[in-house]
């Protein structure tokens, strides 16, 4: 009797994954989808990029840039030439001055072989009546940007701003006409008074000019400050209009009042924009030639730094002059004056820049 065969059955093992590389499909498998490699970091990695990205500049901004480079270069460069011109043609009218330029109290340039000539009387009447008419003048700016940008309803503001701008368009000699004719009568009185109660003081003693005339550094520096009246206050309103909105919530949030909020504030952000104005009128004031030509007697007299002293700025005298411009040795003596007046402008421009600078700092 035959057996069968035993058959032996042997235990069935899991079938091999495709993803298991210790078999032939997994190696199969790993050959045909290869695994992802990792993302190489390359933060912290060491050594200079290779593929840096340019910056690019565009035709438009590279012409910009040249045109503003050009135009500030140009300006220097013609302020320089200006000075250069003025040295030059003054020089030989220096050459044959018998007194000190810059001591000396006389004027006489008509014979170019004795020419004796001297700026002291003419440059203490340009500082004086410029310094009047600033210390008239920023108060009342200072005022009027205050009213138009914090108290002024804007239907009020606007036409008000625009109206005193308006007085920056008037031509110099209208106010020269309208200083003589009609405001040396209406403030005769006032100079009446001061010169006969304040006599004891050198600002308000008699001087070389005429008081009931008006001829004088008074009348002239009345005039003056309502010239560079909209100077001062257009660029003063401006910059207080740019008062951070934060800067007067914070205030009003500690119960700060109004004239509180401008004081602690207002006033404080825009102090070097004030002063910057006021520069600004100062060096219009120092300049100005028909107004005061008009307005101040010629005399003979020492200049005595009082306001009821008359005489000529360095501008006017310029203008008085114009008949001798035909010489070169002559018109040299007044272009002297001039070089004067262009270094005090500077001087005057440059220090109010650097107080400027040093309010930012502060």
Known sequence: MSEAPTRTSTPRHARPESGDAGSPAGVAGAQQNPPPEAPISTLGTAGPRTNETKKVVRPGDRIFTTLTSGSAIFITVLIGAIAVFLVWRAVPALSRNQVNFLTSHEWATVDITHMAFGVADLFQATVLVSLFALVLAMPVSLGIAIFLTRYAPKKVSGP????????????????????????????????????????????????????????????????????????????????FAQTPTSHIEAALALGATRWEVVRMAVIPFGKSGYVSGSMLG????????????????????????????????????????????????????????????????????ASARAAVSRGRKS
């Open 160 to 239: 008000l701003a625009y109206v005193i701008d308006l007085l920056a368009a008037v031509p110099s000699v209208v106010y020269g006409l309208w200083g003589l004719l009609v405001l040396a009568p209406a403030i005769r009185p006032v100079a009446e008074w001061l010169n006969r109660n304040l006599d004891w003081l050198f600002l308000f003693k008699s001087g070389s000019g005429s008081v009931a005339g008006g001829g004088t550094i008074f009348t002239a520096g009345i005039v003056l400050a309502v010239m560079i009246l909209p100077v001062i206050t257009g660029v003063t309103r401006e910059v």
């Open 282 to 349: 100062l060096g219009r004031a120092l300049g100005e030639t028909m107004a005061l030509y008009l307005i101040l007697q010629t005399t003979s007299q020492r200049f005595g730094w009082s306001l009821f002293d008359s005489g000529a700025t360095i501008a006017s005298k310029i203008a008085l002059g114009y008949a001798e411009f035909n010489n070169n040795i002559q018109a040299g003596a007044y272009i002297a004056a001039g070089l004067v007046l262009f270094v005090l402008t500077f001087v005057v421009n």
